[in-house]
C-alpha cells in the first residue's frame, strides 16, 4: 500500500521561513500585506509535501495541515527570535516608528507615535515582557489561521495531479465485470 508522505520536513522548512522573516525587523513588515511571508511559508511547506508525494496528489486538506503546522512551527522560532528581539533591541522599533512619523503629514499622528514611544520606554522589563508574549500568542492564533490558508493556497497553486492516481485495490482500469459475464447487456 502507498503511504502519503511525512508532513515533518515540510512544515519545518516552511515555518522556519515565515517564522525568521516574520521576526528579522523591517523584513517582518511584509506581514503587514496579508501576512505576506505566513502565506508564502506555508505555501512553500505545500510545495514541497506536493515534492515529496511522487504516486499520490496533496488534497486541500493536506495542505491545510502542513499549513497549520508550519504556522505552529513559525511562531515557536517567532517566540525565541522575534519576541527577544523586540525585548532587547527595542530601539530598532523605536527608530523606524520616529521616521515614520517625521514623514507623517498628520500632526496627531505623530503625536499618538510620540505617546506611544514614551509610554513603551517607561514600563519595567515585567511589563514589557507580559505584553511581548500577550502579543505573540495573539499573533500565533493569526498566524496559524493564515498558514492554514496557505497551505490551502500552495495546493490549489502547485498541485496539478487530480484524483487518486492509483486505483482501489483489487480493480483494474477499465472496470471490468467477473470473469466469463460477457458484455453488460443492452436495453
Known amino acids: 500500500m502507498v503511504e502519503k508522505p511525512s508532513k ?41 509535501l506536493i515534492s515529496n508525494s511522487p504516486v499520490l496528489p496533496v488534497t486541500t486538506g493536506d495542505g491545510a495541515g502542513v499549513g497549520a503546522f508550519a504556522g505552529a512551527i513559525g511562531a515557536l522560532v517567532n517566540l525565541f527570535v522575534g519576541v527577544p528581539i523586540n525585548l532587547f533591541a527595542p530601539e530598532i522599533t523605536y527608530g523606524f516608528l520616529e521616521r515614520l512619523a517625521e514623514n507623517a503629514n498628520n500632526p496627531e499622528f505623530k503625536e499618538q507615535i510620540r505617546l506611544m514611544i514614551e509610554a513603551s520606554q517607561n514600563q519595567s522589563f515585567g511589563e514589557q515582557l507580559m505584553g511581548a508574549l500577550l502579543g505573540w500568542l495573539i499573533g500565533t492564533v493569526v498566524t496559524i489561521g493564515f498558514a492554514t490558508l496557505g497551505g490551502i493556497l500552495g495546493v490549489s497553486l502547485f498541485e496539478k495531479r487530480k484524483g487518486p492516481s492509483v486505483p482501489p485495490p483489487g480493480q483494474g482500469y477499465p472496470p471490468q465485470g467477473s470473469p466469463g459475464s460477457g458484455p453488460p447487456p443492452s436495453y
Open 8 to 48: 515533518l520536513q515540510p512544515a519545518i522548512i516552511g515555518g522556519l521561513i515565515l517564522g525568521l522573516l516574520s521576526s528579522i525587523p523591517f523584513v517582518n513588515l511584509g506581514n503587514f500585506c496579508c501576512c505576506l511571508w505566513v502565506l508564502l511559508g506555508s505555501a512553500l511547506a505545500s510545495r514541497q
